[in-house]
């Protein structure tokens, strides 16, 4: 079965970074697109950024942009998700996920594979 293993997380102070991790296994993602989302207590689950199957395209919610990366490693069956500045408001689980095709998209229900998330708390 395909899993997806988000790491990375944790407490931070607000200005820090972090960087998250998301190993796949059961399928090879190198013809996916990738996207990171997140999910705060009693809110919905949020687009956080996106990336093409070979990292040539990326797209951030404007909200993070300009303080989060997304890259990935498709020799090691990985997305990554570096996070700068962090704020108060950035925290909530971040879950990865595996895309129907090459091109990303922002919508959660366009993507069929989900790990467990991993709890990112920011500290004011």
């Known amino acids: 079965q395909v899993q997806l293993v988000e790491s990375g997380g944790g407490l931070v102070q607000a200005g820090g970074s972090l960087r998250l991790s998301c190993a796949a296994s059961?399928?090879?993602?190198?013809?996916?697109?990738m996207g990171w989302f997140r999910q705060a207590p009693g809110k919905e689950r949020e687009f956080v950024s996106t990336?093409?199957?070979?990292?040539?395209?990326?797209y951030y919610a404007d909200s993070v942009k300009g303080r989060f990366t997304i890259s990935r490693d498709n020799a090691k069956n990985t997305v990554y998700l570096q996070m700068n500045s962090l704020k108060p408001e950035d925290t909530a689980v971040y879950y990865c996920?595996?895309?129907?095709?090459?091109?990303?998209?922002?919508?959660?229900?366009?993507?069929?594979?989900w790990g467990q998330g991993t709890q990112v708390t920011v500290s004011s």
């Open positions: 990336i093409s199957w070979s990292g040539g395209a990326k």
């Open positions: 996920a595996i895309g129907r095709g090459i091109w990303g998209t922002t919508e959660s229900e366009e993507y069929d594979y």
């Open positions: 059961g399928r090879t993602i190198d013809t996916y697109a």
